[in-house]
């Protein structure tokens, strides 16, 4: 079995190569990956020599380059996790939003077409629901709940998945979509709230909480979301929308205050500062579906999982030293100049 994991260099994708090779070793796994600002080569250095994994340069935007990938490759399933992925960019700047998410999955989905696949997985995300209210906690979002997205990054990943179907159902492309809450874990790109509060804590700098922090967020493991694409992948129907989430609601606020808890850092570094533009208020998943019919649930509660993340930025400073100073891009060209 191979399979092509876009994204593979970023956050999500990097935990879902790690967990792939390390549960599936006759698979062949080929990371494609345009290392842009968030993709990070040296987070892949324990597999880059591996027989049976490949890394390769590219932009699924190229579609020269992803056909070429495909011809040596006959990949059995493709994963899409390239994105880009940070809200606050998509209001700086849409446009290459919309180049990637839209545009690069509709590359890949026409590479599938060209040379068939058994299996298209379209990492998607809650934020495609747009909001709920913060008091009705009774409501959730569930695979029926309509899309209405708030930023120019949900309503590009709201349109590739619009796309996704429209492949389905036109082509008869094999195709699944999972729409995972917000994760957290190793290998967060240090832009993100949780690597973000980490970063600054264990450097005294101010914590920019947005608005009054009473926004919130449905937090999963990073491990649990790669157990259930596996899950999804393997076992999931073709042409179906599989939420994941584990009911683990935190607002901003008291996340940030738990992180200079376990840090023993004071809450005084908090800063309130100007809210982000349409700021969606309450994420929040029902899991029904995946675990009715998949069998999935989260391993990891939110105060294992925080303490393991905290753990794990402390152990790795160099790894968020390095993106922090600009240095990580430089690993590439370190990597591969002399190959
Ligand atoms: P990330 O920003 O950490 O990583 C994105 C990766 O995609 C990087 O390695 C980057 O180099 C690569 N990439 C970007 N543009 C590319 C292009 N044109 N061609 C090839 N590679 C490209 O993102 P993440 O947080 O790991 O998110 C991965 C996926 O999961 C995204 O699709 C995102 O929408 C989705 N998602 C994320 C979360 C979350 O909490 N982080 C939750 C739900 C869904
Ligand atoms: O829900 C899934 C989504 O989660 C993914 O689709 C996105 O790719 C991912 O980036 C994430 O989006 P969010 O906007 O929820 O994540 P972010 O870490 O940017 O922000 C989390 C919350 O914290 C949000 O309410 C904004 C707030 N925040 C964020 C930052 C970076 C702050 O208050 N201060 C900050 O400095």
Redesign the pocket.
């Known amino acids: 079995m191979t399979v092509i994991v876009t994204g593979g260099a970023g956050f999500i994708g990097s935990n879902f190569i790690f967990y792939m090779l390390d549960k599936y070793p006759d698979y062949r796994i080929v990371c494609l990956d345009k290392l842009t600002y968030a993709g990070n080569l040296s987070t892949l250095s324990t597999v880059l020599d591996r027989s049976n994994f490949r890394f390769e340069k590219l932009d699924i935007c190229d579609r020269e380059g992803v056909y070429k990938l495909f011809e040596e490759e006959s990949p059995d399933i493709v994963v899409n996790f390239a994105a880009e ?4 960019r998509s209001i700086e700047d849409p446009s290459v939003f919309l180049n990637t998410n839209i545009i690069g999955t509709s590359v890949l989905m026409d590479a599938c077409r060209k040379y068939g696949i058994i299996r298209f997985h379209q990492i998607s ?3 495609v629901y747009g909001d709920l209210p913060i008091d009705r906690p009774d409501l959730f979002f569930t695979e029926q709940t309509p899309l209405h997205t708030s930023s120019p ?1 949900s309503a590009s ?1 709201a349109s590739a998945d619009l796309l996704v179907m429209s492949y389905h159902r036109t082509y008869g492309l094999p195709v699944t979509i999972s729409r ?3 994760n957290y874990g190793p290998y967060h790109f240090p ?3 949780i690597p ?1 509060m980490i970063a600054n804590c264990l450097s005294n700098k101010p914590l ?3 608005g009054q ?1 009473l ?1 919130i ?1 449905d937090w999963l493991y990073v491990e649990d979301h790669c157990r259930a694409v596996d899950l999804i992948i393997h076992k999931g129907r073709v042409g179906e929308v599989y939420n994941v989430g584990g009911h683990n609601e935190m607002m ?1 606020i008291d996340i940030v205050k738990l992180i200079c808890k376990e840090l023993n850092k004071p809450e005084s570094l908090i800063t309130f500062v100007t809210d ?1 533009k349409g ?1 969606d208020m309450r ?1 929040a998943i029902d899991p029904t579906k995946i675990y009715n019919e998949l069998g999935w649930r989260p391993e990891t509660s939110f105060e294992q999982g925080i303490k393991k993340t905290i753990n794990w930025y402390l152990d790795n400073r160099t790894w968020w030293e390095e993106i922090i100073s600009g240095d990580y891009k430089n690993y590439y060209d370190r990597m591969y100049s002399n190959r």
Do not use: A, Q
């Not at 992925?85 to 606050?88: E, N, R, T």
């Open positions: 992925s940070h809200v606050d995300t809650d934020e990054y990943k995972c809450s917000n832009e993100k709230l973000l920019p909480v947005y922090g926004n967020r901003n982000r700021h994420y």
